[in-house]
């Protein structure tokens, strides 16, 4: 099973990936945290990498196909994947097209206002990594190490109109891309998360 997730920042990707990869036992590829895990370790691609995403930007191709290439070589992925927050461009899920056939690509639909609101209340671990939201957990520090809680850079209301207006200007594309090639299905995100799970278990059945 080789899924791709579209959607926008905020719509859910990598909440509903945990949960189909569990159910699938397939690896989950969330370039993302990828990325992050090297900003984290100060890595020279995590340097790279911060500076643009602080801006809003999107990271260049070449070093998230290159991320991608390598990750896909890894034993886990032989029983299958799900890519999470990759392709976002129309040369990269060309890219992606070269390295490993797709059996479907998922679009997770939420309006803007509600994106908005989801994203600026997420606090994050500097420590282990934890997420959280303030709408179900209202302490300032990490349940799991006791670490002070902060809001990234790019969770802060204007940088989040800035990558949604991004995701609209080079990934909205994707989701005529893969309908064109008969593989996109769309669900509504703003549904209760379990809804939303069930509806793309749903989906995910008829690959079995």
């Not at 896909?72 to 890519?83: H, I, N």
């Amino acid at each position: 099973m080789h899924l791709v997730f579209l959607g926008p920042p905020g719509a859910g990707k990598g909440t509903q990936a945990e949960k189909v990869c569990a159910r699938f036992g397939i690896a989950h590829i969330s370039t993302g945290d990828m990325l992050r895990k090297e900003m984290r370790e100060g890595t020279e691609l995590g340097k790279q990498a911060k500076a643009v995403v602080e801006a809003g930007g999107l990271v260049s191709d070449d070093i998230i196909i290159g991320m991608v290439k390598n990750r896909l070589q890894e034993p886990d992925c032989q029983k299958g994947f799900l890519l999470d927050g990759f392709p976002r461009t129309i040369a990269q899920a060309d890219a992606l097209g070269s390295l490993t056939d797709i059996d479907m690509a998922v679009n997770i639909d939420v309006p803007e206002d509600v994106l908005v609101e989801r994203i600026s209340g997420r606090r994050m671990c500097p420590d282990c990594g934890a997420g959280y939201h303030v709408s179900l957990y209202d302490k300032d520090t990490c349940e799991k190490c006791g670490a002070k809680l902060y809001i990234r850079d790019d969770d802060k209301p204007e940088t989040v109109r800035n990558r949604i207006a991004a995701y609209q200007q080079k990934t909205q594309p994707l989701i005529q891309y893969y309908s064109e090639k008969g593989l996109l299905q769309t669900v509504c995100g703003s549904l209760p998360m379990e809804q939303v799970q069930a509806n793309i278990l749903a989906l995910l059945e008829k690959l079995q």
